[in-house]
């Protein structure tokens, strides 16, 4: 069965430029979650999504962080404009309801700017 | 501010050896708790849920104590392919909060 897939693995930008990120989620769920990782602050819930709709983005870190998720089977997230402290690896991760809350992670997107 | 505190580590044990961490969460309302393994440059797989009963699951026991707010972690006989970052949960619907990780490291 496949997993959350993202894309892209990595990617190295030039600070400035727009990022843009992208989930699919495990077909059949209906809760989609973005997460960034560091060493610093470890893994931070940024943003989820429940049967498409945003519920949740506190955890946005700033206006140039959004995200959309137009359809069940995709989401975006976008930087912009990318600066050096947004260098992280982030994880989209999708649940099912009724399933007692367990996330599955993708792979996650590797993301340098410089 | 929900918060989940683990000790950041390293662990170093000897291969065979009984090892146990603990993690503790600050918001007493969370609904679900995980233990999450992940590898070096991968991403959080889960281990196993942890119930306020006990589970164990092979050499893995994980126990609750919602009393103290308090999740713990023992592995009996490790293996060096235990080697890795465990990440402590807790949560619901709304999304997981989830711990800096504590840092394994099983020695031949």
């Known amino acids: 069965d496949a997993g959350v897939i993202q894309s892209p693995r990595h990617e190295v930008t030039e600070m400035g430029q727009e990022v843009t990120l992208r989930c699919k989620p495990i077909s059949g769920h209906d809760y989609l979650f973005w997460y960034r990782q560091t060493m610093m602050r470890g893994l931070e819930l940024l943003i989820y999504f429940n049967n498409n709709v945003p519920i949740d983005d506190s955890g946005m870190p700033e206006d140039r962080f959004s995200a959309k998720m137009p359809n069940a089977s995709f989401s975006t997230l976008k930087i912009q404009p990318s600066e050096p402290r947004d260098s992280a690896v982030y994880f989209c991760?999708?649940?099912?309801?009724?399933?007692?809350?367990?996330?599955?992670f993708g792979e996650g997107s590797w993301l340098t700017v410089v | 501010r929900k918060e989940v505190e683990q000790d950041p580590g390293p662990f170093n044990v000897p291969e065979g050896a009984t090892v146990a961490f603990n993690c503790t969460y600050s918001n007493s309302a969370s609904q679900s708790f995980f233990w999450y393994r992940q590898d070096c440059r991968k991403e959080p797989k889960l281990l196993m849920s942890?119930?306020?009963s006990g589970n164990e699951d092979g050499r893995f026991t994980a126990q609750l104590n919602r009393a103290s707010q308090y999740i713990s972690l023992l592995i009996r006989d490790s293996k060096l392919s235990d080697s890795a970052t465990y990440l402590c949960?807790?949560?619901?619907?709304?999304?997981?909060?989830f711990g800096k990780g504590t840092h394994l490291i099983i020695q031949p």
């Open positions: 991760a999708s649940s099912l309801a009724g399933s007692g809350n367990t996330i599955y």
């Open positions: 942890v119930y306020s």
């Open positions: 949960s807790t949560g619901g619907a709304d999304g997981l909060t």
